[in-house]
T-cell receptor, first 112, second 116 residues
């Protein structure tokens, strides 16, 4: 059974810092991995999708990496801004079941 | 302009009632999903439909019944509501024509259901 864990649960950094959010999964037989952002009271916004054959994806100040063999993904945010404050969710697409398994998220606060 | 929309945004109701949540997507996607996010923020898939056909049916009580009148709509009907049904319900859609995961999922704003 696939389990997805995100550490830390919460993170507070000063504006301008580079930071890394971590995601780990127990079953390496994944189809893809997605990172989402959720603002309070809002739906999820997809940030990056990494297919199982890929090692990383980049979008602006965001870079997501994938290491299937070790069951890990990281989301790197460069030069953080207060507007980056949100909950970041990692979701693994399972090859076996065809569904997304979500972690519990990391709540990020970027202080001005 | 809204890609994935849900109605209502908030729903407060008494135990035992029957209620429906509607979802519509204007992205031309083939696959739609329903997720439940509980009080601990854990997001879990409930159902997915591809071109009106049920693809994923997670272990949810049969009081929950999805209905897809066409591929742009996936409604969720809940019978005999219980306290534990209180959660935020998200609808999502993706282009993937196989009901799989090759494409990004786009989420609606969520419906916060409170059962009293």
């Amino acid at each position: 059974k696939q389990e997805v864990t995100q550490i830390p649960a919460a993170l507070s950094v000063p504006e301008g810092e580079n930071l890394v959010l971590n995601c780990s999964f127990t079953d390496s037989a994944i189809y893809n991995l997605q990172w989402f952002r959720q603002d309070p009271g809002k739906g999820l916004t997809s940030l990056l999708l990494i297919q199982s054959s890929q090692r990383e994806q980049t979008s602006g100040r965001l870079n997501a990496s994938l290491d299937k063999s070790s069951g890990r993904s990281t989301l790197y945010i460069a030069a953080s801004q207060p507007g980056d404050s949100a909950t970041y969710l990692c979701a693994v697409g399972s090859s076996n079941t065809g569904k997304l398994i979500f972690g519990q998220g990391t709540t990020l606060q970027v202080k001005p | 302009d809204t890609a994935v929309s849900q109605t209502p945004k908030y729903l407060v109701t008494q135990m035992g009632n029957d209620k429906s949540i509607k979802c519509e997507q204007n992205l031309g996607h083939d696959t739609m999903y329903w997720y439940k996010q509980d009080s601990k923020k854990f997001l879990k898939i409930m159902f997915s439909y591809n071109n009106k056909e049920l693809i994923i049916n997670e272990t949810v009580p049969n009081r929950f019944s999805p209905k897809s009148p066409d591929k742009a709509h996936l409604n969720l009907h809940i019978n005999s509501l219980e306290l534990g049904d209180s959660a935020v319900y998200f609808c999502a859609s993706s282009q993937d024509s196989t009901g799989g995961l090759s494409d990004t999922q786009y989420f609606g704003p969520g419906t916060r259901l409170t059962v009293l």
